[in-house]
């Protein structure tokens, strides 16, 4: 975690003296010099006559603003110098070159005012931020949460540009900024790069929503897809969410991270390059590639922790197992798991599963299920706690298929493909679960 100073103001200093000009002269400069704040708020006088700007201004850090500079907003400078620190850190650039590189925010609340001092280039159209060179334009939002979000959002694109020559695809480019500005402020503390747990964390965020209403209709993108994602504005917060999960979801995997690192090396522009890098870097690999993405896609929400629950399968299922049954001792505590069987199209399969264990567990509750679930809450319209299993077709990328088991099930495979098994619960809530489930499977002769 990276830490910063809070900023306070020092109390009002109160000076007896004679009213003489002297006298005033000398109070005005024991005042100003027993007041020091690390920014102040003020009209500035180079901008348009009469339009209620202010600024807000320390070291490389430049605000502008139409609207009331409240405590929030005071952070900012905080909260800017917290992630330049951390970018240079984990992006291996010069800090103290990059102290020199000068950053003006224009956080709008009347987008005519800023048009109309000449501050807002008309033919740039954008809904929440944009980042051009050394400026980042904000429009006011509803949360203070997303207000942060969007500034983390746009300086990310600024620090790219400044320390590599540009943000490469339009989907790493949104991607990466997403990720970075996904972040925890608490007690002026800046945490980038987080994965919320609580939806309370994040107003006004949605992310996951969009996501979640994608995956259970059944309209998950491929990677190759996401990878070819352009500039276009139609459905643009679909394609952040995508773009952000694809990058949660490189950066964790423990397979295809360094392709990853290796294609995002500098320098970079904004052209498709570096989708091109990464597809010839895993080209005898994407099928597999496909595969864990569907299966992360399934899994992403709230709480999720991607460095232990992203499932590798070209390890665990690259051998089709010819058994005609099989045994899986299952881990509650984990997501999807591989049972050991691939089936062909047509094959029967028949599931019995049994064992108690623990799906809540807290001071006040202990909650104790079997297969079946317990029907006093549900998550995606089953039972909490269910067994369930999820189908993995063989054939090009298709969304993992769920199939309620309980105590006993039948399935028939629909084509070729690979059976996993999981308990019915979301993925951030696994982590109290205690003890496992025998599941039994056999194929029909």
């Not at 972040?183 to 996501?211: C, E, M, Y």
């Not at 599931?351 to 549900?378: F, L």
Request: aromatic share 12%; glycine share 6%.
């Amino acid at each position: 975690m990276i830490t910063g100073t809070a900023y306070t103001k020092t109390g009002d200093t109160r000076i007896a003296c004679k009213v003489s000009l002297y006298s005033v002269l000398v109070c005005l400069l024991l005042f100003l010099t027993a007041w020091t704040p690390i920014a102040f708020a003020q009209d500035d006088p180079s901008l348009t006559v009469g339009v209620p700007f202010k600024q807000l201004k320390k070291d490389q850090w430049t605000i502008i603003t139409d609207l009331p500079i409240d405590r929030e907003i005071e952070s900012w400078p905080s909260i800017l110098d917290q992630a330049l620190s951390e970018w240079c850190r984990k992006w291996s650039i010069d800090s103290n070159k990059a102290k020199t590189w000068p950053l003006t925010v224009y956080w709008i609340g009347d987008k005519k005012a800023f048009q109309q001092a000449g501050l807002l280039d008309l033919s740039v159209a954008f809904e929440d931020g944009f980042q051009r060179a050394d400026q980042i334009f904000i429009f006011e939002q509803p949360s203070e949460y997303y207000r942060r979000h969007l500034l983390l959002h746009e300086a990310t694109h600024w620090i790219m540009y400044r320390a590599f020559g540009g943000a490469g695809s339009p989907w790493f480019m949104e991607g990466m900024a997403e990720c970075e500005a996904t972040h925890a402020f608490v007690n002026g503390n800046l945490t980038l790069a987080t994965i919320p747990s609580d939806p309370n964390q994040v107003p006004n965020w949605g992310r996951f929503k969009l996501l979640r209403n994608a995956v259970d209709a059944g309209n998950v993108p491929s990677l190759k897809a996401v990878l070819r994602y352009g500039n276009d504005r139609e459905n643009r917060m679909e394609r952040y969410v995508w773009s952000w999960a694809a990058c949660v979801f490189f950066r964790n995997h423990p397979s295809y991270s360094k392709a990853f690192s290796q294609a995002a090396a500098a320098p970079l522009d904004y052209s498709m390059a570096l989708s091109s890098r990464l597809e010839e870097i895993l080209a005898d690999q994407w099928e597999w590639l496909e595969r864990d993405w569907q299966l992360f896609a399934d899994e992403f929400d709230f709480g999720m922790a991607p460095g232990n629950q992203i499932v590798d399968t070209k390890d665990s299922v690259a051998a089709k197992s010819s058994s005609s049954q099989g045994v899986i001792e299952l881990d509650t505590q984990r997501g999807w798991q591989f049972s050991g069987c691939h089936l062909r199209a047509g094959d029967k399969l028949t599931i019995r599963a049994n064992g108690d264990y623990e799906v809540v567990k807290s001071v006040e509750q202990v909650w104790t299920c079997s297969p079946n679930g317990i029907t006093y809450r549900y998550y995606r319209h089953e039972p909490m706690g269910k067994l369930l299993g999820g189908f993995l077709p063989e054939d090009g990328p298709a969304t993992i298929r769920r199939i309620p088991i309980g105590k006993q099930g039948l399935y028939e495979a629909p084509s070729d493909g690979w059976l996993f098994f999981r308990v019915n619960e979301p993925i951030g809530q696994l982590n109290d679960n205690r003890g496992i489930i025998r599941v039994d499977w056999s194929k029909a002769n």
